[in-house]
């Protein structure tokens, strides 16, 4: 067997598998061969055809070409899957090779383009290529020819997309195109090509788009996209790895290593339950068809797939993980056939994830234990056995959220210190029709003023903190609020301390004439939810169209969270039912779920007034907390409140102090001082104290000195950019945070 065979043939290991006993298989392959039979049955199989589908009859929209060779891969799957009900069918087998060279006479080839560029050269190629290797036996030597050639009209290099150097996943995308291209063409350059693009992918991003050291994933060069372009990116990066592997073009052991380093640090974290967390995935979540729980459950697939070529101990780990989201994912069962999407989940991962699961060898893992400050794009992760708290923030790097393409029209405050909760029960929340029923004005979290925003309208920050201290899991982030083309200011923190998080906000100052609010929570209870809100005891389970005001100390919604305020407030809370259509979020080919959808909402806000001046906020959430949970810790607190001042934000307890200083020389926190901007942990546990310092600006240069009125005693570890002056009755720490880009640097001390 030459090379050429080896890769196109190991692509088409990816994409089907021998025939299985396995009920579950077998049904999985039965309700995708329906789907397929459905896009047979509806089809234009007339000589004088103009369309192959009339939903899909247009000859100015790319889209509708790339859904047509969409359904075109679905046909050659069920025809070419060992076990489908139509497999080597011959009537389709003609059907379909006549449909392809139609398709690529009449639409795709010596077409004009036209609509969105990443159809032509990304879209539509990734659908063909996949269709030419199932029905490689069924089409002629110029058939596959004629369609290599159109893939290499639009697509022509595979280090350029748009006539613009290729970066992230529209890299690995043109890179996987040209691989098969080369392997069905027998063109050796083609696939040479591909692999020296593909080296440039490979090494840590300190700007604009790719893979970074402290966990995140940018595409387009603002936005977060772990769970979105990343994720899409780990799936054709698996197929193409398998392809290659054993060829003259295998991936070395060193960029194997990298992808399994990625897995745990930029892919792992942000996974949670089976779902990839919303805040990572960009625009995508205003698709009906593409949800947290499609999302993690494609990156669980891919994962599956790629497992097969990692070193032994990295595929344990990683079949451990995959086995864990997969158990725990009670929205979205792995193994049901998800007729919405467009690339669903291949049969090759549906058998691998039953072995997984049936194999007792293959150890439980639960969710990721790891908290995580990704300065790069702005995100921060805080983890406990029983939930992760996650926070979306911006800067004038990382953007509040995309709309390009009239997709996401409503997505204005997903990034703005927007706050993602998930606990274990409610695990499908935000994929449960969230984003087209809730207030999308009073997403959680965040502090906007009131004016009313069209759809599409552009968001930016003019603030550059957003980030914050790591230590041990412990993470004290925070945001300044400095909305583009506003007056309004803020600082917000969030303290991470064991069981609770600390929310803080301070010198809220607007002029701009609008009411100012920050949002406590706005929860998707279901459909007909009823959990009721408790505030101050007072369980309130009635559904409403108009808020009320509650004096409160405490509120919860059982299971969910609790919400204490250190000091009284008038707590604006409304349970209403809402309703909303995906296609008010976006419009197009790809927005075509028209259902009116109704859910219950509990949603609390703090109104700090009409252009407010120095307003402020702080309340304690308490994730998976009960009432009574919620009534016991707010009274009986097991931190204080240090510092709620524009200047700085603290939270102390007696061992342990977490501070964001928000300007050089602010005033000190129980003695504790900065001479620059940035974010402290000091921890005081099992005998020693450890120090985290971060400039979460990334701007600073030089040394920084925080100043702690005591002996800490000897310096025995940590970074090398810290150094310490110890003295009976004080400790000087200098860091120099040149290059720091967000990291946290670490200094331990021993008593």
Same mark, same amino acid.
């Given at each position: 067997m030459n090379d050429f065979d080896r890769v196109r043939l190991q692509w088409l290991s990816t994409l089907i598998s021998p025939a299985s006993s396995d009920p579950v298989v077998a049904k999985y392959v039965a309700d995708s061969t329906a789907v397929a039979q459905q896009h047979w049955h509806t089809m234009n199989r007339s000589p004088l055809r103009s369309h192959l589908w009339a939903d899909l009859d247009s000859s100015t929209s790319s889209a509708a070409q790339r859904l047509t060779m969409d359904r075109l891969r679905s046909m050659a799957l069920a025809l070419k899957t060992p076990g489908s009900p139509l497999a080597e069918d011959q009537t389709l087998q003609t059907d379909l090779v006549a449909a392809v060279n139609w398709f690529l006479t009449h639409k795709y080839g010596g077409v004009p383009r036209y609509g969105n560029w990443w159809d032509w050269e990304i879209g539509i190629p990734l659908a063909l290529n996949d269709t030419c290797v199932l029905l490689y036996e069924d089409l002629s030597g110029p058939e596959i020819s004629k369609a290599m050639s159109a893939i290499s009209r639009y697509a022509p290099t595979p280090s350029q997309v748009h006539k613009q150097p290729a970066t992230g996943t529209n890299l690995n995308w043109a890179c996987s195109i040209a691989l098969l291209r080369g392997a069905l063409s027998h063109d050796q350059t083609a696939l040479t090509s591909a692999r020296t693009a593909w080296s440039s992918l490979f090494p840590y991003a300190t700007s604009g788009d790719g893979f970074y050291e402290d966990g995140g994933f940018i595409q387009h060069s603002h936005f977060a996209y772990n769970g979105g372009y990343g994720s899409t990116l780990l799936q054709y990066l698996a197929y193409s790895m398998i392809a290659l592997h054993g060829s003259a073009w295998a991936f070395d052991d060193r960029q194997i290593a990298t992808v399994s380093t990625w897995i745990q640090l930029n892919y792992v974290p942000w996974l949670h339950d089976g779902a990839f967390m919303d805040m990572t995935r960009g625009r995508n979540v205003s698709r009906s068809y593409d949800t947290d729980h499609t999302a993690g459950r494609a990156t669980s697939a891919a994962l599956l797939q790629i497992a097969g070529i990692l070193a032994p101990k990295d595929a344990a780990l990683i079949r451990s993980q995959v086995k864990g989201l997969i158990k725990r994912d009670t929205f979205l069962p792995f193994f049901r056939f998800d007729a919405t999407d467009p690339?669903?989940?291949? /049969? @090759? +991962?549906? !058998?691998?994830?039953?072995?997984?699961?049936?194999? &007792?060898?293959?150890? =439980?893992?639960?969710?990721?234990?790891?908290?995580?400050?990704?300065?790069?794009?702005?995100?921060?992760?805080?983890?406990?056995?029983?939930?992760?708290?996650?926070?979306?923030?911006?800067?004038?790097?990382?953007?509040?959220?995309?709309?390009?393409?009239?997709?996401?029209?409503?997505?204005?405050?997903?990034?703005?210190?927007?706050?993602?909760?998930? /606990? @274990? +029960?409610? !695990?499908?929340?935000?994929?449960?029709?969230?984003? &087209?029923?809730?207030? =999308?004005?009073?997403?959680?979290?965040?502090?906007?003023?009131?004016?009313?925003?069209?759809?599409?309208?552009?968001?930016?920050?003019?603030?550059?903190?957003?980030?914050?201290?790591?230590?041990?899991?412990?993470?004290?982030?925070?945001?300044?609020?400095?909305?583009?083309?506003?007056?309004?200011?803020?600082?917000?923190?969030?303290?991470?301390?064991?069981?609770?998080?600390?929310?803080?906000?301070?010198?809220?100052?607007?002029?701009?004439?609008?009411?100012?609010?920050?949002?406590?929570?706005?929860?998707?209870?279901?459909?007909?939810?009823?959990?009721?809100?408790?505030?101050?005891?007072?369980?309130?389970?009635?559904?409403?169209?108009?808020?009320?005001?509650?004096?409160?100390?405490?509120?919860?919604?059982?299971?969910?969270?609790?919400?204490?305020?250190?000091?009284?407030?008038?707590?604006?809370?409304?349970?209403?039912?809402?309703?909303?259509?995906?296609?008010?979020?976006?419009?197009?080919?790809?927005?075509?779920?028209?259902?009116?959808?109704?859910?219950?909402?509990?949603?609390?806000?703090?109104?700090?007034?009409?252009?407010?001046k120095h307003a402020s906020y702080a309340y304690i959430q308490l994730p998976g907390a009960s009432a009574a949970d919620t009534a016991k810790f707010s009274t009986n607190k097991t931190a204080r409140i240090a510092a709620n001042t524009h200047a700085v934000q603290a939270v102390a307890r007696p061992d342990l102090l977490m501070i964001n200083f928000w300007e050089a020389g602010a005033p000190a926190v129980d003695g504790v001082a900065m001479d620059r901007p940035g974010s402290v942990i000091v921890s005081d546990r099992e005998g020693r104290t450890r120090v985290a310092i971060c400039d979460p600006t990334t701007r600073l240069a030089g040394g920084a000195t925080l100043t702690i009125p005591r002996s800490l005693g000897e310096q025995v570890g940590g970074n090398d950019q810290v150094s310490s002056v110890v003295s009976r009755n004080s400790t000087t720490l200098t860091v120099d945070l040149t290059g720091a880009a967000g990291k946290s640097y670490v200094a331990t001390f021993s008593h």
């Open positions: 690339d669903p989940i291949r /049969v @090759p +991962s549906i !058998v691998a994830g039953r072995s997984v699961v049936a194999d &007792p060898s293959i150890s =439980l893992a639960g969710n990721s234990p790891s908290s995580l400050v990704a300065t790069s794009m702005a995100r921060a992760v805080y983890r406990r056995p029983g939930f992760a708290y996650a926070v979306a923030m911006d800067n004038t790097k990382i953007q509040p959220y995309e709309h390009i393409n009239e997709e996401n029209q409503r997505g204005w405050y997903t990034g703005e210190g927007s706050v993602y909760l998930y /606990v @274990p +029960s409610q !695990v499908g929340h935000w994929a449960d029709a969230y984003w &087209p029923t809730a207030d =999308l004005y009073r997403i959680p979290g965040i502090t906007r003023d009131t004016r009313t925003l069209r759809a599409g309208e552009p968001r930016a920050a003019a603030n550059s903190w957003a980030g914050g201290a790591i230590l041990d899991g412990l993470v004290a982030a925070g945001m300044s609020v400095a909305p583009v083309d506003q007056t309004l200011r803020a600082h917000k923190s969030w303290f991470c301390v064991d069981d609770a998080i600390y929310c803080l906000g301070a010198g809220i100052s607007s002029s701009d004439g609008f009411g100012v609010e920050t949002v406590v929570e706005n929860r998707n209870i279901g459909e007909g939810g009823l959990l009721p809100l408790t505030v101050n005891g007072h369980h309130i389970t009635t559904t409403s169209v108009k808020a009320r005001s509650y004096s409160a100390d405490w509120a919860a919604i059982d299971s969910v969270c609790g919400y204490v305020f250190p000091d009284p407030v008038q707590l604006q809370a409304v349970r209403e039912d809402r309703r909303g259509r995906w296609t008010a979020l976006g419009s197009g080919l790809d927005y075509t779920d028209t259902t009116l959808y109704n859910r219950r909402y509990i949603t609390m806000w703090l109104d700090h007034g009409k252009n407010p």
